[in-house]
Nanobody, 124 residues
Framework: QVQLVESGGGLVQAGGSLRLSCAASGHSFSTYAMGWFRQAPGKEREFVATINWNGGNTRYEDSVKGRFTISRDNAKNGVYLQMNSLKPEDTAVYYC?????????????????WGQGTQVTVSS
């Protein structure tokens, strides 16, 4: 069982930066792949970034490559999303998620545990 709590969202101007944090509780965090997803109003939840169990492998949605960086610290049971050069189209609720599989995945169905989400709003 894993519980996830996101923080760090807020309002930012286009071109600005935010750092999202996800604090995990429960066992086996270090064996889980982790992901960030987002959902804008009226749209389906979409993949943003994922990282494998030891942080050695990552994958990003094309629109955020070069701007976002996912990382994790297993000793602190934390996963992070550094977001730079933010655009209005990045506006969404961002969710942290945990997969029981060690390998990275962009598939929502692979993630068993989800946080409550944190709002990111980018103004133009």
């Amino acid at each position: 069982q894993v519980q996830l709590v996101e923080s760090g969202g807020g309002l930012v101007q286009a071109g600005g930066s935010l750092r999202l944090s996800c604090a995990a509780s429960g066992h086996s965090f270090s064996t889980y792949a982790m992901g960030w997803f987002r959902q804008a109003p009226g749209k389906e939840r979409e993949f943003v970034a994922t990282i494998n169990w030891n942080g050695g492998n990552t994958r990003y949605e094309d629109s955020v490559k070069g701007r976002f960086t996912i990382s994790r610290d297993n000793a602190k049971n934390g996963v992070y999303l550094q977001m730079n050069s933010l655009k209005p189209e990045d506006t969404a609720v961002y969710y942290c998620a945990a997969s029981p599989y060690a390998s990275i995945s962009s598939t929502i169905a692979q993630y068993r545990y989800w946080g409550q989400g944190t709002q990111v709003t980018v103004s133009s």
